[in-house]
């Protein structure tokens, strides 16, 4: 027998290497409880390090066996001593059988329109059938259109997208990007897509780990997010500073957790050189340590974006332009809007001319000075949204009704 109960979001993250999808999942699973107090959320995802985050109160994850992308473009288990396809295979199951068991409201599909390597087709396609109400969410750029276009019609993802998914939430502006731009979308996908503003951020109460006593005053975070491909702006900043140790701010290196050990090892030796530059591996609570910086420098992926944006953090962003364009495309369009500085990494990396842009930094623009309607509006926006799918939740279904074969 049916019986009423609270309304669920299942979130899916591809997420097996980097923090951007993971932190952006998490970030809405808060908002939508903090505004839903009947609400529960399940976040789905292979990030390795998913356990060294806090989460509010009604919402937790469930760790999918993590797999990684190889120089060559082939995925290989992660931790797991399997084959590949034995990996994918028990990760789209336990993606359907808590999808079956939870039976959400809602599920919001991250970046992947049918998850990596089509994992969650068949998750879509088992709760469609339940009613559930199907979401895309995509960040501001994904890539360049000659690239994402071919990508896609590979994957062949736009059936899912004309029949499968009920909304495309871009979580951006279309001032700065539109995500397909270029794709041939027919006009019942084209009306699916709303923009919802980017996403605010804003400190947590808990404490950041110990960290230097150069952050006790005014200092200069210099971000790679996740790290794995961040040691090019690191190394750059190294060489302003130690071509000119009476730069504005001292500097606080964030290497990130995914940076090679080798690297991490050679980065902090040179900073124990400088007496105004530190570094630290990682901090869970991120958004504490910008929010104490008196300036950011950033490759400039979306979360650090929305970071930078939220905080009003005057910034400089350095942004890679392999695999692919996303941050490049993100950072033109936000320096041409004056919200940020952006120099370009010709593989040269002069130390003058990143000790020349860290030296215009006091003299930018903070992002609040700078009017764009709607720019952080993207959490609001989600949770009107979201609104009518969970103040009416389904009811909930027998055991034997949520089983899957």
């Known amino acids: 027998m049916a019986t009423s109960r609270g309304s669920r979001v299942l979130i899916y993250s591809h997420d097996t290497f980097g923090l951007g999808h993971l932190r952006r999942c998490r970030t809405i699973a808060h908002s939508l409880v903090e505004n839903h107090k009947n609400l529960s959320v399940l976040i789905l995802s292979g ?45 789209a199951s336990i993606i359907r059988h808590t999808a079956a068991s939870f039976d959400p409201d809602i599920f919001i599909v991250d ?20 009613g ?15 690239l994402l276009a071919p990508e ?4 062949n993802v736009m059936p899912a997208l004309e029949d499968l998914y009920d909304d495309i939430w871009v979580y951006g502006l279309p001032q700065i990007c539109n995500p397909l731009e270029g794709m041939e979308l027919t006009p019942k996908v084209q009306s699916k897509m709303v923009y919802t503003g980017y996403l605010p951020r804003r400190p947590g109460t808990a404490a950041s780990v110990s960290l230097p006593e150069i952050t006790q005053r005014p200092f200069l975070l210099v971000t790679t997010g996740g790290g794995g491909d961040g040691e090019g702006l690191i190394d750059w900043v190294l060489k302003a500073y130690e071509s000119d140790p009476l730069l504005p701010y001292p500097a606080l290196l964030a290497l990130g957790p995914f940076m090679p050990p080798e690297l991490q ?90 000790a ?10 903070r992002p609040s000075e700078v009017v764009v309607p709607g720019l952080l509006e993207g959490l609001t926006n989600v949770n009107r949204l979201a609104e009518p799918w969970l103040v009416r939740a389904k009811p909930r279904l027998s055991r034997a009704e949520r089983a899957v074969g």
């Not at 559930?132 to 000659?146: A, Q, S, Y």
């Not at 939220?310 to 364009?325: F, G, Q």
């Open 265 to 354: 090892a050679s980065f902090h030796e040179r900073a124990a050189q400088l007496e105004r530059v530190e570094a630290i591996t990682f901090d869970p609570h991120f958004e504490n340590l910008m929010a104490s910086a008196a300036g950011v420098v950033a490759m400039g992926g979306y979360n650090t974006f929305c970071e930078i944006l939220s905080l009003d953090k005057r910034a400089i962003i350095v942004p890679r332009r392999v695999p692919r364009l996303e941050q490049t495309i993100r950072a033109e369009r936000a320096a041409e809007l004056d919200l940020v500085q952006m120099i370009a990494d010709d593989g040269e990396r002069d130390a003058a001319a990143m």
């Open 152 to 155: 896609w019609q590979r994957k």
């Open 111 to 130: 970046k992947e329109p049918l998850g990596l390597r089509g994992e969650v087709k068949a998750t879509l396609e088992m709760l469609k059938s339940r």
């Open 132 to 146: 559930t109400r199907l979401v895309l969410g995509l960040r501001d750029v994904m890539d360049e259109p000659k």
């Open 47 to 91: 990030s390795p390090i998913i356990g060294s985050f806090d989460f509010r109160a009604r919402v937790d994850f469930v760790r999918v066996p993590g797999v990684i992308k190889l120089r060559n473009g082939e995925y290989t288990s992660l931790n797991l001593h399997m084959d590949i396809e034995d990996t994918l295979d028990l990760r």
């Open 356 to 365: 020349a842009a860290l030296r215009r930094m006091p003299r930018q623009k």
